[in-house]
């Protein structure tokens, strides 16, 4: 069954911050940065911001980097930037989406990192969630949750699958990335200290990023669809989906992720060459055979 999901998260989304910032009577850093970076996305934008501005852990800032829009995104950013002191953002030419998010993170100065894409959505318990499971487990690097799938128009159209356990967790990430980055926290010291973002990679750079975190610290999802992925045919997955492919493949090799992923890496490796290889007439007919018998299982359930 389909519903409104943007609806639901829309609720009071400054009277936390003002309880919290009551409270603190100082500035200090913040518990949590939030890095987001959007090009002509004015269509979502706002929506995105809200939801994270009706988290119910209000220590954060957002910092947004405005690369190079067109349309009336840094306007949005302006306003939200006006109403709330934690929305901060940097107005800049196009370097594209894995400069910007190294941009940003030059910029924060909270303990955790949290990621959400400018289309994407977050659910009001997320943050307090994370922020828990983190300081509970002093090895855990990365921490994504479950989360849904919406359309344009912010309806629910299905589930994605999620894996959970530290050891399943990284053995998965070895063949393929379980993690979705609009849900994720990390640690940012271990960020840092790997470098960030791989500047060579236009996209995949998340799994890139996994994948040499991985051989050091513990990686893990919360079962909870704490976060809401839109789904849009401008969305790099399904425009860019034979780069992307190269690129998680180019990285798979480069950090050895063989140690730590079994029988199923050398499969999924074939999976990753074969999208590469065949024609793309062929891999999108794929792709929509996959996408309806998905459909299909979500709406039978």
């Known amino acids: 069954m389909k519903y409104a999901v ?10 936390t911050y003002e309880a919290f910032a009551g409270e603190q009577g100082q500035v200090s850093p913040p518990t949590v940065s939030i890095i987001m970076s959007v090009y002509n996305g004015e269509k979502f934008l706002a929506n995105s911001i809200k939801s994270i501005l009706a ?16 349309d009336d995104s840094l306007s949005v950013l302006k306003h939200f930037a006006r109403i709330d002191a934690r929305v901060r953002y940097v107005n800049q030419d196009n370097i594209g989406l894995t400069k910007s998010l190294n941009r940003m993170l030059r910029l924060i100065s909270g303990k955790y990192i949290a990621r959400l894409d400018a289309d994407d959505l977050w659910f009001p318990e997320k ?3 994370q922020v828990s499971r983190m300081e509970q487990n002093a090895a855990l690097g990365v921490l994504g949750t479950g989360a849904i799938y919406i359309d344009a128009a912010g309806m629910n159209t299905g589930v994605v699958k999620t894996i959970t356990g530290e050891r399943i967790v990284r053995r998965t990430l070895a063949c393929y990335n379980p993690i979705l980055h609009s849900s994720v926290i990390m640690r940012a010291k271990v960020v840092l200290v790997n470098g ?15 994948l040499r975190m991985a051989h050091s610290w513990a990686l893990d999802n919360l079962s909870q669809p704490l976060c809401a992925r839109r789904i849009t045919s401008g969305m790099i997955s399904c425009t860019r989906l034979r780069r992307q492919r190269f690129l998680a493949l180019r990285s798979k090799f480069a950090h050895r992720s063989w140690k730590f992923g079994g ?14 290889l065949l024609p ?3 891999v999108a007919r794929l792709k929509q055979l996959k996408q309806v018998r998905t459909a299909g299982s979500t709406s039978t359930s």
């Not at 852990?57 to 067109?70: H, I, K, R, T």
């Open 263 to 276: 029988k199923c890496f050398w499969l999924y490796c074939l999976k990753d060459l074969l999208v590469v």
């Open 6 to 15: 943007e609806s639901e998260i829309q609720s009071d989304i400054y009277g």
């Open 127 to 129: 943050l307090a969630l």
């Open 280 to 282: 793309e007439y062929f």
């Open 196 to 210: 960030g973002y791989d500047d060579r990679y236009d996209c995949a750079q998340d799994y890139d990023l996994w």
């Open 55 to 70: 988290q119910s852990f209000p220590d954060f800032e957002l910092w947004v980097a405005n690369d190079g829009s067109q």
